[in-house]
Each structure stands twice: as structure tokens, then as C-alpha cells.
């Protein structure tokens, strides 16, 4: 880990945190309130953002949870209200560096993971997130085995 805690919320953009957002569910709130945080500046989310987040919003549409229209409409406001956060510097966006690469191997070897969870976990421990939000429970044990401060959103 690096230094000092950050006083920011990681938000797993691999699995339904981020859907959390934008398709109402079973811990919507929580998300809803972070990013009410956010906006008015009490505290910064980050994200690994490549093709996550809309990776999830697709695989929500293939397996039936959202048809095409609430897709359409939910990816816009995604790739809308990403743009404004970052404007805003109400959110972070955490490039992939080597270490981070590196420590993502090394979690998908320990735990057996996908790539993309090892990732988001490894971007968090980067930059030694406060917390650590997902709505997926394996991942959710691994960050807290990982000494991360997790939140599982169910």
C-alpha cells in the first residue's frame, strides 16, 4: 500500500456497484448517497474506468436484467455523468501502471479471481482507498482479506 489512507471510495466498476447507480436495486442507496457526497465535494470516488463500466451495463442488458431502451439510456448517463465528475474532480480515474498489473497477478494467483476484479482491487490498494464498494461477494472477501474497508451492496 501507499502511504497515508485517501479519503475517497473505490467504486467497482467490473461488477454491479457501478449498475447500483443506475439501475435501481438492492443497495442503490448506498450508491446513490456516495455520489451525493461526491457532488457537493465531501468526498472523491475513484474508479478504473476502461470498458468496465459499460461492461457491466451490457451484461446486464444480455442476461435480461435491463431491456434496450433502459441500456441506451443508462449508458449515456454514465459516459455523461463520468465526464461531468472528472470535470468536477468529483471522481478518479486511476491509470493501469505496472504495479498495478503486478499486484493483480499476484491476487489472481492467490485467490482465483477474474482479471478485472484483481485489477480493481489491486487500482485500490494503490492508492489506499478509504473504502472499497461491490456488489459482488466474492470480490467482496477478497478485499477484505486484503485489508481493504469493503462494503458488499446487498
Request: glycine share 6%; hydrophobic share 40%; net charge positive.
Amino acid at each position: 500500500m501507499r502511504g497515508k489512507r485517501e479519503l475517497a471510495i473505490y467504486v467497482d466498476s467490473s461488477a454491479s456497484a457501478i449498475v447500483k447507480r443506475y439501475i435501481e436495486e438492492l443497495g442503490s442507496n448506498v450508491v446513490r448517497e456516495l455520489y451525493l457526497k461526491a457532488y457537493s465535494g465531501g468526498l472523491p470516488i475513484i474508479q478504473r474506468m476502461e470498458c468496465w463500466g459499460l461492461g457491466a451495463f451490457d451484461r446486464a442488458k444480455v442476461i435480461g436484467r435491463v431491456d434496450e431502451e433502459t441500456y441506451i439510456t443508462v449508458r449515456r448517463r454514465f459516459l455523461l455523468e463520468t465526464r461531468r465528475m472528472a470535470r468536477l474532480r468529483s471522481l478518479r480515474v486511476v491509470p493501469l501502471r505496472m504495479g498495478i498489473l503486478v499486484e493483480g497477478w499476484k491476487l489472481i494467483e492467490k485467490y482465483h479471481i477474474y482479471e478485472a476484479d484483481a485489477i480493481q482491487l489491486a487500482s485500490a490498494k494503490y492508492v489506499n482507498a478509504s473504502q472499497f464498494l461491490t456488489g459482488d461477494k466474492q470480490l467482496h472477501e477478497v478485499a477484505t482479506e486484503e485489508k481493504l474497508n469493503s462494503v458488499y451492496l446487498r
